[in-house]
DNA sequence: AAGTGGTCTAGACCACACT
DNA sequence: GTGTGGTCTAGACCACTTA
């Protein structure tokens, strides 16, 4: 029958990673994205950078440029790489403004994107609770660095929240002076790691004392609480992250697909 | 230099759809998409109903299959059709269960999903209002269809919600002597109106007198409100709803990606 | 055994960006 | 012009489902 095929001779490719020759767990395209994934995540290869192209990296692997490219597709969908039609494909950078628009979903009820300053953020470590390290999965003894800060939107206080971080992750954080006001793109820059994913558990609470005090309020006013957790690219939680809002003349925008 | 190659010789199609010739404004594969698009909004094909393979449909349209095929995976994508392998590609058909499961953010703390019952639901019929009209894209002195209900999760009252519809999309419904639990199944079984995306807008408000009777609490307790307006394939507005919930060991789930 | 979608390859041309 | 990603085609084999 087959006079053209060459079956999946895919023996010795130059790479150091190996591909599953027989009866692929997987499909080549996703062992070719796990590559990729890695070499982002280990910092192989880093933000801001422009990859070889498709055929080199089909060339470099041993595989066809169609399957890189399905890989570097996937990839480009879960906002890992930037592709640009003439220049070529780059690694995803964080930025204030990329990281904003994508994890942040509180709008002005008139439609426009809110941009939180930070004030009065307070840093301290602590050994992890109980509760800290059951949402970061760490063991016991393991230490946090606890952030506190209000956000303010239009010169008023908004978001009263409170940032849970493995110290392990951040062995420089606690000595920097002042912490910046968007954090992913600076855990990017400064860490190494890249925030890919996470979820937040929304729930109606009264204004308590404190909350009330952080955001200039009477106690008892009904307030969004967002109870977020957010992983790296190896699936390790980064942060834990609770923040109380004060939504007037604002929402949470979800899009429901 | 072009021995082999069969340029872009698409006149005369098979199908009534024209294709873009020359110059395509979209790529042939989202025009393809679109055909597809139309048939499953016309009902030319409808829910749960096999559609032809894709060599039938390439040849029918006078495309290759590799097109076919990547105008049917971005369907399956937005939920429109579904791939078994060995089977077919089937339209996706809406069933309480997907439908709950898709579009229903409410979850226990504990993790597992809430599926909630109806009570009290009320129906009547009216001029739209401003307000509804803006919501809907409704003109002047079009009727909706005001549904109100209570909806319990293990015995307790959890959601106090109304839904406004328009009338003209849902002309037997008033007839209707009860409204089911889960509408958008409902809808596109018995009306061709299939729910495709939509937006909810959360926001926390203080019980009031008529949301305290109805969920059975003392008014004045912190409660979240959904506002949400959801879209039929050719985007126009079909529902807009409000819903008030009181989560008592419960949360509205956001996945950030 | 036949038919379907899923994977993988190979090659051509197009659109875009930089030199 | 050269090189990149984007589109489109064609064909082979694989995995799964049904008859």
Redo the contacts between chains.
């Keep these: 029958m087959s006079a053209t095929r060459k079956p999946n001779s895919k023996e010795a490719s130059p790479s150091g990673a190996e591909l599953t020759t027989a009866l692929a767990a997987q499909p080549l395209y996703a062992q070719v994205e796990a590559i990729f994934v890695d070499r982002i995540r280990t910092g192989v290869w880093r933000p801001g950078q422009l990859i070889p192209s498709e055929f080199e990296l089909a060339r470099e692997i041993g595989v066809s440029q169609g399957t890189v490219r399905k890989a570097l597709n996937a990839l480009a969908v879960?906002?890992l790489v930037e592709r640009r039609q003439g220049r070529g494909t780059f690694v995803a950078e964080h930025t204030p403004d990329k990281m904003l628009f994508?994890?942040f979903?509180l709008f002005e009820d008139g439609g426009g994107h809110i941009e939180p300053d930070s004030q009065n953020t307070r840093m301290s470590i602590a050994r992890a609770n109980k509760e800290e390290r059951e949402r970061l999965k760490l063991d016991v003894g393991a230490e946090v660095i606890r952030v506190s800060r209000v956000r303010t939107h239009a010169g008023k206080p908004m978001i009263y929240e409170t940032i849970v971080l493995p110290r392990q992750f951040f062995p420089g954080l606690v000595k920097e002076k002042t912490i910046p006001n968007t954090l992913y793109d600076h855990f990017q820059k400064e860490y190494g790691l890249t925030v890919?994913?996470?979820?937040?558990?929304?729930?109606?609470?009264?204004a308590g004392e404190r909350e009330a005090k952080a955001l200039e309020i009477a106690p008892?006013?009904?307030?969004?609480r967002l109870?977020?957790t957010?992983y790296a690219l190896n699936e390790a939680p980064i942060e834990w992250r609770v923040s109380i809002c004060l939504?007037s003349g604002?929402?949470?925008?979800?899009?429901?697909?």
């Design positions: 879960d906002n994508r994890f979903n890919s994913h996470g979820e937040e558990r929304i729930t109606a609470v009264a008892g006013l009904p307030l969004i109870d977020r957010m939504l604002a929402h949470y925008l979800v899009r429901l697909r």
